[in-house]
């Protein structure tokens, strides 16, 4: 296993359009969250799964964002009607209980949003 | 979630020891104290956590005060490659999602 994937990596749209990102989670995770980060700010929380069901969004997850994890593996983050302030690198990270119970993220690549 | 302090960035040469600091003052009974970094273009990545006692990994140490309202995380020979972001945040081992702060640029000189 290679680790938390993330596609695209980059991704330019036009203000209006709608988005998808896709996540692959370290396969024996039965965790996942989606962040996103600005430049020169750490990452924000957007919202988390356990296998299928989506326990936790921020308030940053606006009526636009809408987030998947249909069988409780692959994720999807979707943007609607995207606009200029979406502009941000979306990190996608896994976990499973470890050891002495330490919940311990991996974290992908990002997906680089552009809205112009 | 209890906030954490930290420099906005240090410098250190090649193959010296590192200590980065955080303050975490209102840090609670059951916040761990966790330590991820995160490298240009990637996202972060785990360096080490602790409670109470002081913790060593192949990465990094971390020495946390005993009153538990700093803590430093030591590089004992800083490389190139440990150039990055060093974020320090709390959080209990039931939580879930970490609260980022803005971290610590490390810069290391040849």
């Known amino acids: 296993d290679t680790g938390v994937s993330q596609n695209p990596r980059h991704k330019i749209t036009k203000r209006g359009q709608n988005v998808t990102f896709r996540c692959d989670p370290i396969?024996?995770?039965?965790?996942l969250y989606w962040y996103r980060q600005t430049l020169g700010q750490g990452p924000e929380f957007l919202t988390y799964f356990q296998n299928e069901a989506q326990l936790e969004k921020s308030r940053l997850l606006s009526d636009r964002f809408s987030a998947e994890r249909p069988k409780g593996s692959f994720s999807t983050l979707e943007i609607q009607r995207t606009e200029q302030g979406d502009s941000a690198m979306y990190l996608c990270?896994?976990?499973?209980?470890?050891?002495?119970?330490?919940?311990?993220?991996?974290f992908g690549p990002g997906t680089r949003l552009t809205v112009l | 979630d209890a906030k954490t302090t930290q420099p906005n960035s240090m410098e250190s040469n090649e193959e010296e020891p590192v200590h980065l600091p955080c303050n975490h003052s209102?840090?609670?009974?059951?916040?761990?104290i966790h330590w991820y970094r995160q490298l240009p273009s990637q996202g972060p990545e785990y360096v080490i956590h602790g409670l109470t006692s002081n913790v060593n990994n192949r990465m990094a140490s971390l020495a946390i005060a005993e009153d538990r309202k700093s803590s430093t995380l030591i590089l004992h020979r800083a490389t190139l490659r440990d150039a990055a972001v060093y974020y320090c945040?709390?959080?209990?081992?039931?939580?879930?999602?970490?609260?980022f702060g803005p971290g610590t640029r490390l810069s290391v000189l040849p």
């Open positions: 396969s024996e995770h039965n965790r």
């Open positions: 990270a896994s976990s499973a209980i470890g050891q002495n119970f330490y919940n311990e993220q991996f």
């Open positions: 209102t840090i609670s009974g059951t916040d761990y």
């Open positions: 945040i709390l959080r209990d081992n039931y939580g879930q999602n970490f609260v």
